[in-house]
Structures are given as C-alpha cells and as structure tokens.
C-alpha cells in the first residue's frame, strides 16, 4: 500500500487518540466518503441520544461504505469527525470507538470538530473520510 503514517517522536502520542499527525499517500485513486450519520440501513436512528453508540453506527457505515470500493480503514488518509455541542467528557469514549475503528492499522489524520448542529436534530455525530486505493 502507498500509505505512509507519520508520528514525529517529537509530537504528542496522537495515535491513542485515534490519529495521526500526518498521512502520505503516492496512489492514483482517491476516494471521497461523504459524511456518515448514525442512520442503520432501514434509515433509523441506531444509538439514540447516546453518542458513543452513535459513533459505533456512523463508523460501521464508513466500514461498508469503504468496502463497496474494495477498500477497510486502512485505506483512509484523514477523517473530519463532527460532534454536536462537544464536551471534553466526550473525547476519550469517541476515540476509543476510533481507535477500535482501525484495528491494527494505524489511523489517518483527523479533524475533531465541535458544531452547535447537523442536518437532523437527532445527529449527534458525523464523521466524513477520505480514503485512497493503490
């Protein structure tokens, strides 16, 4: 694969939070996931008003979205997570789902984002991903 994960030593650990500081991709096919919400295939709403479990729904829908183009999330390169009304509280449960996320590779940069709303008031997080084929 053409993706290359960058980690400076001088940086802050950003893999335990589910990220990287940099990603390389040398690759000629680009995939652009548009945003995730926490709809299941029926277009219901998995999780609530639990944003933990949201988050699980949102990135099993990246997963099978990623796999539709033959690609998991080793493939990606960088996520933009959105989180409604954000509290610190809030980030290490979420990171932890993104972390899981990855399994055993290591994860893409990421963008983590306080928003006062999303498109549906029952939204309380969504996650957009690129992510490359080689």
């Given at each position: 694969?053409n993706?290359?994960?960058?980690?400076p030593?001088?940086?802050y650990d950003?893999?335990a939070?589910?990220?990287?500081?940099?990603?390389?991709?040398?690759g000629?096919?680009?995939?652009?996931?548009?945003?995730q919400?926490?709809?299941?295939?029926?277009?219901?709403?998995?999780?609530?008003?639990?944003?933990?479990?949201?988050?699980?729904?949102?990135?099993?829908n990246?997963?099978?979205?990623l796999?539709?183009?033959g690609?998991?999330?080793?493939?990606?390169?960088?996520?933009?997570?959105?989180?409604?009304?954000?509290s610190?509280?809030?980030?290490?449960?979420?990171?932890k789902?993104?972390?899981?996320?990855?399994?055993?590779?290591?994860?893409?940069?990421?963008?983590?984002?306080?928003?006062?709303?999303?498109?549906?008031?029952e939204?309380?997080?969504?996650?957009?991903a690129?992510?490359?084929l080689?």
């Amino acid at each position: 694969m053409n993706r290359q994960v960058f980690n400076p030593e001088s940086m802050y650990d950003s893999v335990a939070f589910g990220f990287s500081h940099m990603v390389l991709h040398n690759g000629s096919r680009t995939l652009y996931l548009a945003g995730q919400v926490a709809w299941d295939r029926n277009g219901q709403l998995a999780g609530g008003a639990d944003v933990v479990a949201q988050t699980r729904q949102v990135l099993a829908n990246i997963k099978q979205v990623l796999a539709a183009a033959g690609a998991t999330p080793a493939n990606v390169l960088r996520l933009r997570t959105y989180v409604v009304k954000h509290s610190p509280e809030q980030l290490v449960p979420i990171c932890k789902e993104i972390v899981d996320f990855y399994g055993a590779a290591l994860p893409a940069a990421n963008t983590f984002i306080g928003v006062q709303a999303l498109a549906l008031p029952e939204f309380l997080i969504e996650i957009e991903a690129d992510a490359a084929l080689d």
